[in-house]
């Protein structure tokens, strides 16, 4: 249970990391520091979730466990290309701190969060339900022994 507890604080981290930078405003050092905390994060999920397919004993787990091996990798490629977005669009303002709510209208950032947020909404709702699916079959072994 301590996996999908980790990959659960993991993923939602990550993905709950963009309001309090939001909140600041979407500027360019705030764009990129928001990405540079997501990127590890969602790094450790992905070898969390490698590491726990071999460990899942049911199917419903191990179908899980499968879908974020895919959905976080995907995600971490699409924060990653933001990234690199953002930090190019940096360099074009001359290395000054502008705002750049303008990336999400058009251009290769907004490319790039078209695969981020659906990848990272699946990961987020596979790791909900891998979670409470490791309780409950735990609970049902748990059961049966007593």
Same mark, same amino acid.
Do not use: C
């Given at each position: 249970m301590? %996996?999908?507890?980790?990959?659960l604080a993991?993923?939602?981290?990550?993905f709950? =990391?963009?309001f309090?930078?939001?909140?600041?405003g979407?500027t360019?050092?705030l764009?990129?520091? #928001?990405?540079?905390?997501?990127?590890? =994060?969602l790094?450790?999920?992905?070898?969390?979730a490698w *590491?726990?397919r071999?460990?899942?004993?049911? %199917?419903?787990?191990?179908?899980l466990?499968w879908?974020?091996?895919?959905?976080?990798?995907?995600?971490?490629?699409?924060?990653a290309l933001e990234?690199l !977005? #953002?930090?190019v669009?940096?360099?074009?303002?001359?290395?000054?701190?502008?705002d750049t709510?303008?990336v999400?209208?058009?251009g290769p950032? #907004?490319?790039?969060a078209? =695969? !981020?947020?659906p990848?990272?909404?699946?990961?987020m709702l596979?790791?909900?339900?891998?979670v409470?699916?490791?309780?409950?079959?735990g *609970? %049902? %072994? =748990?059961? *049966?022994? !007593?």
């Amino acid at each position: 249970m301590q %996996r999908p507890l980790l990959m659960l604080a993991l993923i939602w981290v990550s993905f709950l =990391l963009v309001f309090p930078f939001a909140a600041q405003g979407d500027t360019s050092y705030l764009h990129i520091s #928001a990405h540079s905390l997501q990127l590890p =994060l969602l790094v450790l999920a992905i070898v969390v979730a490698w *590491r726990s397919r071999q460990a899942t004993t049911t %199917r419903a787990q191990k179908v899980l466990t499968w879908i974020l091996s895919v959905s976080v990798p995907l995600a971490v490629l699409g924060i990653a290309l933001e990234l690199l !977005t #953002a930090v190019v669009r940096l360099g074009q303002d001359g290395w000054i701190n502008k705002d750049t709510a303008d990336v999400w209208v058009q251009g290769p950032h #907004a490319v790039a969060a078209n =695969l !981020t947020i659906p990848s990272l909404m699946i990961s987020m709702l596979a790791v909900l339900a891998l979670v409470v699916t490791a309780a409950v079959q735990g *609970r %049902r %072994r =748990l059961e *049966r022994v !007593t």
